[in-house]
């Protein structure tokens, strides 16, 4: 099984700043990794693919990096609907998700 | 548009089994794409459950293996949760959701349902 680990758990920043959220995997994974986005009372919504495709609709101030076991989600100037939590999820052996940050406005 | 909506029980007593429907409209259930389905216990973050093709092959979380079935009925364009021996840490809101190809990223979701367990 795939573990990954999602830091930090909470991100208090402010509207117009940067976030940075990352995601380990316990095992290589190449760049099968996405990121969604989830707010209170609603479904989870895919915002970055193959470690770094946006989904359709999703900003360009979203972007993904990395690759093997280090991935990143950068939101580069963070808008009032950007605060939700954030899920990493790989799909090499079977899916699993990551326990997810919470991006709280400050 | 893909559409998915969930439907089934709100309420299950423990030992009983928990029985979901995931409709889907706007694709077809035999489009070359995996049908998942996720829950999220209360405050917690995400569970893969399972996912199954359109020719039945399924692939399950080894930690509900023994309890969970997914299946798919073409007839009717949706596909199946069946979970057996059900407890309180069953409850959770379960959600149904597909990839838009073959690769398993969940482009689509249902806005999800609540299911207790509870007597």
């Known amino acids: 099984e795939i573990v990954l680990t999602q830091s930090p758990a909470t991100l208090s920043l402010s509207p117009g700043d940067r976030a940075t959220l990352s995601c380990r995997a316990s095992?290589?994974?190449?760049?099968?990794l996405a990121w969604y986005q989830q707010k209170p009372g609603q479904a989870p919504r895919l915002v970055i693919y193959?470690?770094?495709k946006r989904a359709i609709g999703v900003p360009a101030r979203f972007s993904g990096s990395g690759s093997g076991t280090d991935f990143t989600l950068t939101i580069s100037s963070l808008e009032p609907e950007d605060f939700a939590v954030y899920y990493c999820q790989q799909r090499v052996n079977w899916l699993s998700f990551g326990g997810g940050t919470k991006v709280e406005i400050k | 548009q893909v559409r998915l909506q969930e439907s089934g029980p709100g309420l299950v007593k423990p030992s009983g089994t928990l029985s979901l429907t995931c409709g889907v409209s706007?694709?077809?259930?035999?489009?070359?794409?995996?049908w998942t389905w996720v829950r999220q216990s209360p405050g917690k973050g995400l569970e893969w459950i399972g996912d199954?093709?359109?020719?039945?092959?399924?692939d399950y979380n080894s930690s509900l293996k023994s309890r969970v079935t997914i299946s798919v009925d073409k007839s009717k364009n949706h596909f199946s949760l069946r979970l057996t021996s059900v407890t309180a840490a069953d409850t959770a809101v379960y959600y149904c959701a597909t990839s838009a190809d073959l690769m398993k990223y969940l482009h689509h979701w249902g806005p999800g349902t609540l299911v207790s367990v509870s007597s």
């Open positions: 193959e470690a770094s």
């Open positions: 095992q290589y994974v190449g760049t099968y």
């Open positions: 706007g694709a077809s259930i035999s489009s070359n794409q995996w």
């Open positions: 199954v093709y359109h020719s039945g092959n399924a």
